[in-house]
């Protein structure tokens, strides 16, 4: 089994809709959760940050956690064109700290 | 953004040749990472640093060596270039604020390196 699995999609969905990315991690004693949101050529870029369960919302995105389901979630609200990217989850384990990425879910965002 | 400049940002070079990339910050960032990104396997580290001269390795360190003999430096190291090492390379920083599990990594724009 992966550290840290996602889709890979393509997910594609319309615009303004709501798009759902998840993510799957083994280790339970995890204790940092990320997604980043990487363009087609350029380098990952940090969009949230989870580390307790529950849901936490920053403008359209909303990053939800279930350790106990070892299960994190993005939710991007009304999605535009410009959300179309790769979105990685990447984990960060508690012994060392080392960050372990998922494959990345690629979303699509139809006008 | 973060501070983080890497160099160069494209090379192509012949294999068996020795190749140096560099990591630049100007954030003071206690941490500092190589990652290598490809198609199928995505981002994965090659090394770390936790402080000047203090490094480890990651999951796919075999043929890369690195080296920080500055706070703002981190330099990756192909010593004998293979064209398996042909990949995306990004730099990445984080700093310590007592628990470094919860401080997120910052990304460099990427070197773009062709083993031919």
């Known amino acids: 089994q992966k550290e840290v699995e996602q889709n890979s999609g393509p997910l594609s969905v319309p615009e303004g809709a709501i798009a759902s990315l998840n993510c799957t991690y083994s280790?339970?004693?995890?204790?940092?959760f990320f997604w980043y949101r990487q363009y087609s050529g350029k380098s990952p870029e940090l969009i949230m940050s989870?580390?307790?369960?529950g849901d936490k919302e920053d403008g359209r995105f909303t990053a939800q956690l279930n350790k106990a389901s070892q299960y994190v979630s993005l939710l991007i609200r009304d999605s535009q064109p410009s959300d179309s990217a790769t979105y990685l989850c990447a984990v960060k384990l508690r012994l060392g700290g080392k960050l372990i990425f998922g494959q990345g879910t690629e979303l699509s965002v139809k006008p | 953004d973060a501070g983080i400049t890497q160099s160069p940002r494209h090379k192509v070079t012949e294999t068996g040749t020795p190749v140096t990339l560099r990591c630049h910050q100007t954030e003071n960032h206690r941490y500092m990472y190589w990652y290598r990104q490809d198609p199928g396997h995505g981002l994965r580290l090659i090394h770390y640093s936790y402080g000047v001269k203090d490094t480890d390795k990651g999951e796919v360190s075999d043929g890369y060596s690195v080296s920080r003999s500055k706070t703002e430096d981190f330099l990756l190291t192909l010593e004998s270039a293979t064209s398996s090492q042909t990949s995306v390379y990004f730099c990445?920083?984080?700093?310590?604020?007592?628990?470094?599990?919860?401080?997120?990594?910052?990304f460099g724009d990427g070197t773009r390196l062709s083993i031919l």
């Open positions: 280790d339970r004693v995890s204790q940092s």
């Open positions: 989870i580390y307790s369960n």
């Open positions: 990445a920083i984080s700093e310590f604020r007592g628990q470094a599990i919860n401080q997120p990594q910052h």
